[in-house]
């Protein structure tokens, strides 16, 4: 009998940021409905609101309650890039909890993925680009205090450089923090990830592939036993923010690559989504459904 891929979803992932607001909220309902639909999945893991406790791991006090209570200034909102309403706190509660408890299943299972998350922009004191909650980062810390885990690697390869990943971890040898992004990309001023690889515009899929292999070598050199796999799709060629020229092959090479080295070397492996905002609406929940696909061909 093969297992069935482990996946986190909650309807909650969806938020009220306005129909015209320029994330597309609505990927994370659509790419549960494709899931099913494809039979990729048959049911989902649902998961709590992650705790206070928790997310003090990663955030500070004053910032989770700002979320919370709604109270956060003018200035921290702005940077969010959401409307500060109650879809949107339950909505970073419920993500954050989501990828911990896929952390959780994956290290029962080896592999497990979530149906959001990869909130990378996110530092210790407040959200930035999208993103409210670290979640990747709380759940590390989780498994870290919990003695889950020993060495965990983040592996970002959203065309956005994890400046909020790099800045909470930057003094701690128990977390690797790679990211691989475009140089021309949010943020302009990038922070100093243990591993950080920038790409120029316009980068295809055979240049891009030649690098990460290059890069999964140094990787492979390090000890982890945990891996988070942040699978931004901003990377493809129609994306409207990410500037790189990455085809659905080149992504599916890529996932196939990172998914495949870490299997074979029996590490668990979270995967989130990160980030993609394509043209094409139903092409993006496609292309985020490579991660989930691949994940299950694996388990
Ligand atoms: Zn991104």
Do not use: W
């Not at 940021?17 to 639909?37: R, S, V």
């Not at 990309?185 to 591993?195: E, T």
């Amino acid at each position: 009998m093969t297992m069935e891929l482990p996946v986190v979803n909650h309807e909650d992932y969806f938020a009220k940021i306005g129909d015209d607001h320029k994330f597309p909220i609505n990927k994370f309902g659509e790419l549960a409905n494709y899931l099913i639909k494809n039979k990729v999945v048959t049911k989902f893991y649902k998961p709590y609101a992650c705790s206070f406790e928790t997310l003090k791991y990663a955030h500070s006090e004053n910032y989770i309650s700002n979320i919370k209570n709604k109270s956060l200034d003018k200035e921290g909102i702005k940077k969010i890039g959401f409307p500060l309403v109650d879809s949107v706190v339950k909505r970073s509660f419920i993500a954050t909890g989501g990828t911990v408890l896929a952390a959780k299943l994956a290290i029962h299972c080896g592999i497990a993925c979530n149906t959001a998350g990869g909130s990378h922009h996110a530092n210790f004191f407040g959200g930035s680009g999208y993103c409210v909650f670290n979640d990747i980062a709380v759940a590390t810390k989780y498994l870290l205090n919990r003695g889950l885990a020993r060495r965990v690697l983040l592996l970002d390869l959203d065309v956005h450089q994890g400046n909020g990943s790099a800045d909470i971890f930057k003094d701690d040898k128990n977390v690797f923090t790679f990211s691989m992004h475009s140089k021309s990309n949010y943020p302009a001023k990038k922070s100093k990830s243990d591993l950080d690889v920038e790409l120029k515009d316009n980068m295809e899929d055979k240049e891009y592939i030649e690098i990460l292999k290059i890069n999964l070598k140094i990787l492979n050199q390090e000890k982890f036993d945990f891996i988070f796999y942040i699978a931004g799709v901003d990377v493809h060629y129609n994306d409207r923010l990410g500037t790189l020229k990455i085809s659905d092959e080149g992504i599916k090479l890529r996932d196939e690559l990172i998914i495949q080295n870490f299997f074979n070397n029996k590490i668990p492996l979270c995967g989130v989504l990160g980030g993609g905002y394509n043209k094409d609406f139903n092409k993006l929940v496609e292309l985020h459904s490579i991660l989930h696909k691949t994940c299950a061909k694996y388990i």
